[in-house]
């Protein structure tokens, strides 16, 4: 007994050629290698936001070096509407994209982009100026187009797979987060709050930053699409349709072919069409809102206590008694996360930083906790071409709150002048 489409391997002197898909009769591939996948899944999610987290967690430089251009909020501001536009392409051609191809090219541009920063701080020997700030506004530009290929591109591939790959994915980018601020107080303890002691330490985050991205794109090109949990899935999502993984089983060793039910009756293979799973989806779309970052130690202290908080909170969803899978009450608690505006307008004004602290703590829970029963549950009944497809579309809709956010912020500078 098993489904209703085969799965045959044919050898071949270096690969398989997979003709059609039976869960049953591999039960094992489903398994093979699945700590490894969580893990690896774990550190391409760090390197998803490690080099930009770098550049946001030492504005205490930039500011030195550019204190006429408010550095901080400029170089997220360009950034967002890269990152957003190139999601939105993605995710608009998804059916189309040689989704292996995409990523790879994303973590080679986070690399090259975080090498970037290094060859600019040498080149201009650690001055300010004019030039030097525009060719960092390029640098994060670069970075939002390096996450606007990998962020979709990978939520869309681990969409395909089981949740725990996509829940690791999650939490490693809000680990990246919370290592750059751990990094981040080590240097400033370490190095003298000075203009050589900022540099050695913004030098130190694009240096750990640079080997991150080229493990990522090493794991990804060679290591990932070998283990055994990964070809499984993808001869899956192959066997329903999908043409995005034809290049990635074709890196693992495997040549598929079409399904001979697919053949027989054309409707087996169709999908739905990205509005359609909009309109099926519409309560997720609304799952994810963007956040503020504030400007010495307080702020660094804020900074860390919303990226570890953020990060516990992607890990609660493994504890299934409090994991939301609910459509109506994960829509209510996104809803009541709106409730922090006037809680945090109300404790910075009249409490103390304690009582700020703790309320960041809980917008990151809260996030992290969301973020992840969202993107973990939403793809679930759908076939592989549309599970790619969704995971694409909740990235373009989290970025675009995130967008939201950023533009918001500059709401701080209203009455204080520039």
């Known amino acids: 007994m098993g489904n209703s489409s ?51 967690t030492i504005e205490d430089y930039y500011v030195y070096l550019f ?31 040689n989704t292996r191809m995409r990523n790879l090219a994303g973590y080679m541009l986070f690399f090259l982009s975080s090498f970037g920063v290094i060859i600019l701080d040498v080149a201009s020997s650690g001055r300010g100026g004019i030039a030097p700030f525009i060719g960092l506004c ?9 996450d606007g290929h990998v962020q979709g591109g990978m939520t869309g591939d681990l969409s395909l797979m089981c949740p725990e790959f996509i829940q690791s994915f999650f939490a490693g980018i809000a680990a990246s987060g919370a290592i750059t601020s751990a990094l981040r107080f080590l240097t400033k303890a370490i190095f003298d709050n000075s203009r050589d002691g900022l540099r050695k ?11 991150f991205e080229l493990l990522c794109v090493l794991l990804y090109a060679f290591v990932f699409p070998k283990l055994p949990i990964v070809k499984f899935y993808r001869t899956k999502a192959a066997s329903e349709g999908s043409l995005t993984v034809t290049a990635d089983l074709a890196a693992g060793g495997i040549k598929s072919q079409s399904d001979p039910l697919a053949e027989e009756d054309p409707a087996y293979a169709e999908r739905l069409s990205n509005r359609q ?27 860390a206590t919303f990226n570890v908080s953020d990060l516990i909170g992607r890990y609660m969803p493994l504890i299934e008694k409090i994991k939301l899978t609910s459509r109506k009450w994960l829509l209510i608690a996104v809803i009541l996360r709106f409730l922090f ?44 071409p549309e599970q790619n497809a969704l995971g694409n ?14 533009i918001l912020d500059w709401m701080w500078l209203i009455g204080k002048g520039w």
């Open 67 to 97: 204190p006429n251009y408010h550095p901080t909020r400029m170089i997220t501001l360009i950034y967002q509407p890269f990152v957003l536009t190139t999601t939105a392409l993605f995710a608009y051609h998804e059916a189309k994209i």
């Open 6 to 56: 085969s799965y045959s391997v044919i050898p071949g002197d270096q690969s398989e050629i997979i003709t059609g898909y039976d869960e049953d009769d591999h039960g094992l591939a489903k398994t093979q290698g699945k700590k490894w996948g969580i893990f690896i899944c774990w550190l391409l999610g760090n390197g998803c936001l490690f080099g930009f987290n770098g550049m946001v």
């Open 341 to 384: 505006i006037p809680a945090f307008y109300y404790t910075v004004k009249y409490c103390d930083e304690g009582w700020v602290i703790m309320l960041t703590s809980f917008l990151g829970l809260s996030n992290g906790h969301l973020t992840v029963c969202v993107i973990t549950e939403a793809p679930k009944d759908y076939k592989g």
């Open 201 to 211: 330490g913004a030098m130190l985050f694009s240096a750990i930053a640079c080997f």
């Open 277 to 303: 799973l909009l309109h099926q989806n519409m309560d997720y779309r609304i799952g994810h809102t963007g956040t503020h970052s504030l400007g010495s130690w307080y702020a660094l202290v804020l900074i």
């Open 138 to 146: 390029l640098i994060a530009a670069a970075f939002g187009v390096a």
């Open 393 to 406: 579309l909740l990235v373009f809709f989290l970025l675009a709150g995130i967008f939201c956010g950023v």
